[in-house]
């Protein structure tokens, strides 16, 4: 039987890839850092965990309404005003399996065949994906490592179709962490309202910034820019509970009803347990992040200094999210390799570190490295890859 066109133009998720790549190198008792991976390496606070326990104890393992427990949404709706000064009803909130899949459902009901999305590079794997299984092509505008890879408004104009539905901003950036200035969101935003594009914003890394920059909900600038916008984030990053898999969106009451029409064919409902879960992380007055946030500066600055310091490898500093992602394609050609790739594939196969190749993302002369491990491991890993590079060098020559 042949497959589906839609799932054969899939690219497999490189971060995925390479974990498996990894994966199969500790089973043959290889010493392997792996730096792929996407979600915070502390556990989901205790007081989450028995929210959940004392849901199961309750009973609460029944049906849920498709979009969500209204005490959840009227939870997230408390944090949108507090955190991002935004007002929305439960009406314009739905609960979803994870941030991936409220993006996944947006996509599924705003897109015909052959619509367009444009989407910086370099983003997040799944984003074209997504926008491909929805049948919508996705369109890709540089953002160029010399503007912290971020868009401009000149960029995002000339991008612009008849076809355009769509533009998705990601601030705090995975993989870059760079992110979007208020004044740098206002001016996307007016290109967005001027030609009818919606703006997705995809929040999920607010709580992770290290700097004194403040996230800013591309929303919060107007009314007019609020109703034009669908707001994506969830408890994944800022809680440590990915595994839960508890998203939202939020935005005009009409998406995000057809949002919930389609989850009740899809789901039926996210996971009832996990909703508890969620509904305690956001009515605590505790806020995980501190904590996090502290612990992942940390190691920001000890493995960016250390990267530093290693010969053909560029890298401009993150405000946000748990990723470096550095440039370098002066190391690969000085070791005599022609793509990034071949370098990341000879890093993993000699030093036994796994780090994702930036092809994956839409730069290809870069590679993304997770901090979201200890600071030891950290340090050896930076070790591991000076070395390579200098012996791979000194081959070379």
Same mark, same amino acid.
């Given at each position: 039987?042949?497959?589906?066109?839609?799932?054969?133009?899939?690219?497999?998720?490189?971060?995925?890839?390479?974990?498996?790549?990894?994966?199969?190198?500790?089973?043959?008792?290889?010493?392997?850092?792996?730096?792929? $991976?996407?979600? +915070?390496?502390?556990?989901?606070?205790?007081?989450?965990?028995?929210?959940?326990?004392?849901?199961?104890?309750?009973?609460?393992?029944?049906?849920? +309404?498709?979009?969500?427990?209204?005490?959840?949404?009227?939870?997230?709706?408390?944090?949108?005003?507090?955190?991002?000064?935004?007002?929305?009803?439960?009406?314009?909130?739905?609960?979803?399996?994870?941030?991936?899949?409220?993006?996944?459902?947006?996509?599924?009901?705003?897109?015909?065949?052959?619509?367009?999305?444009?989407?910086?590079?370099?983003?997040?794997?799944?984003?074209?994906?997504?926008?491909?299984?929805?049948?919508?092509?996705?369109?890709?505008?540089?953002?160029?490592?010399?503007?912290?890879?971020?868009?401009?408004?000149?960029?995002?104009?000339?991008?612009?179709?008849?076809?355009?539905?769509?533009?998705?901003?990601?601030?705090?950036?995975? +993989?870059?962490?760079?992110?979007?200035?208020?004044?740098?969101?206002?001016?996307?935003?007016?290109?967005?309202?001027?030609?009818? $594009?919606?703006?997705?914003?995809?929040?999920?890394?607010?709580?992770?910034?290290?700097?004194?920059?403040?996230?800013?909900?591309?929303?919060?600038? #107007?009314? !007019?820019?609020?109703?034009?916008?669908?707001?994506?984030?969830?408890?994944?990053?800022?809680?440590?509970?990915?595994?839960?898999?508890?998203?939202?969106?939020?935005?005009?009451?009409?998406?995000?009803?057809?949002? #919930?029409?389609?989850?009740?064919?899809?789901?039926?409902?996210?996971?009832?347990?996990?909703?508890?879960?969620?509904?305690?992380?956001?009515?605590?007055?505790?806020? +995980?992040?501190?904590?996090?946030?502290?612990?992942?500066?940390?190691?920001?600055?000890?493995?960016?200094?250390?990267?530093?310091?290693?010969?053909?490898?560029?890298?401009?500093?993150?405000?946000?999210?748990?990723?470096?992602?550095?440039?370098?394609?002066?190391? @690969?050609?000085?070791?005599? &390799?022609?793509?990034?790739? !071949?370098?990341?594939?000879?890093?993993?196969?000699? !030093?036994?570190?796994?780090?994702?190749?930036?092809?994956?993302?839409? @730069?290809?002369?870069?590679?993304?490295?997770? &901090?979201?491990?200890?600071?030891?491991?950290?340090?050896?890993?930076?070790?591991?890859?000076?070395?390579?590079?200098?012996?791979?060098?000194?081959?070379?020559?």
């Amino acid at each position: 039987m042949e497959l589906a066109t839609r799932v054969q133009s899939l690219t497999p998720s490189s971060t995925l890839a390479i974990s498996a790549k990894a994966k199969v190198l500790k089973e043959q008792g290889k010493d392997v850092i792996g730096l792929g $991976v996407g979600e +915070p390496d502390f556990n989901t606070p205790a007081f989450i965990n028995e929210a959940a326990i004392h849901a199961i104890h309750d009973g609460k393992t029944k049906y849920t +309404p498709a979009s969500g427990l209204v005490e959840l949404k009227k939870a997230i709706a408390h944090k949108l005003e507090k955190d991002n000064g935004l007002s929305y009803g439960t009406d314009q909130i739905i609960i979803t399996n994870g941030a991936k899949h409220a993006l996944y459902t947006l996509f599924q009901v705003i897109l015909n065949q052959e619509d367009e999305v444009i989407i910086p590079a370099p983003y997040w794997v799944s984003y074209p994906e997504q926008v491909k299984l929805a049948q919508g092509n996705p369109v890709f505008v540089q953002g160029l490592e010399e503007n912290d890879f971020k868009i401009t408004p000149e960029q995002l104009e000339k991008a612009i179709t008849n076809k355009t539905k769509a533009l998705i901003i990601n601030s705090p950036s995975n +993989p870059t962490g760079m992110m979007y200035h208020q004044s740098e969101l206002k001016k996307l935003a007016e290109v967005c309202l001027k030609h009818d $594009v919606l703006i997705i914003s995809d929040e999920i890394y607010e709580k992770l910034i290290y700097t004194a920059d403040e996230h800013i909900s591309v929303a919060s600038i #107007s009314s !007019e820019i609020k109703e034009n916008t669908v707001v994506i984030n969830g408890v994944s990053k800022s809680h440590a509970m990915t595994g839960w898999r508890i998203g939202y969106a939020a935005g005009p009451a009409k998406l995000i009803k057809a949002m #919930s029409d389609h989850a009740s064919h899809a789901t039926s409902n996210p996971n009832s347990i996990a909703q508890y879960a969620a509904l305690a992380a956001y009515q605590s007055d505790e806020d +995980p992040t501190v904590e996090m946030r502290k612990i992942f500066k940390d190691r920001l600055d000890t493995f960016f200094n250390l990267l530093a310091e290693i010969p053909g490898i560029h890298c401009k500093k993150p405000k946000g999210a748990f990723y470096l992602f550095p440039n370098v394609k002066e190391a @690969a050609r000085a070791a005599g &390799y022609v793509t990034v790739d !071949e370098w990341a594939e000879a890093l993993l196969e000699e !030093e036994n570190v796994a780090l994702v190749p930036g092809s994956g993302f839409g @730069a290809p002369d870069n590679v993304r490295l997770s &901090y979201a491990t200890s600071k030891e491991v950290l340090i050896d890993a930076a070790n591991r890859i000076k070395r390579f590079v200098n012996k791979q060098t000194a081959k070379a020559n």
